[in-house]
């Protein structure tokens, strides 16, 4: 997972609309978001940074602000979070639906002539 940010020069929202989805047809990209205030468009996912940013500069001025691995800190919380669903769900199974347990009898005259190598 890769993290990139960068600063693009865009004038209005059709351009900022137009940038979103130019970067949006690249494949692998996990989230997307626009800073309309400082123009800084995030892009995060498994993808080529070098293609995206040269795509956006085909049509707009653009710098890079930093290029790195994604927090996966987020994820970490979120899957904590879902073994902790899991595991609640599983105690809850069980309690309803407890395993059965089964005996093995053999009546007292017959021996069986079986040998357990």
């Avoid at 995060?44 to 956006?56: I, R, T």
């Avoid at 602000?65 to 769900?89: F, P, T």
Wanted: glycine letters at 8%; aromatic letters at 6%.
């Amino acid at each position: 997972m890769k993290k990139l940010v960068a600063k693009v020069n865009l004038h209005d929202d059709r351009d900022r609309s137009k940038a979103m989805r130019v970067v949006s047809g690249f494949g692998g990209i996990g989230s997307l978001s626009m800073d309309s205030k400082d123009n800084k468009l995030t892009v995060s996912g498994d993808f080529d940074p070098v293609k995206v940013v040269n795509k956006l500069r085909k049509s707009w001025h653009t710098e890079i602000v930093s290029v790195g691995a994604a927090e996966e800190d987020d994820g970490k919380k979120d899957e904590g979070k879902k073994d902790d669903q899991v595991a609640n769900l599983v105690k809850a199974y069980e309690a309803y639906y407890p395993t059965p347990v089964t005996y093995y009898c053999v009546p007292p005259g017959e021996t069986p002539n079986c040998v357990i190598c």
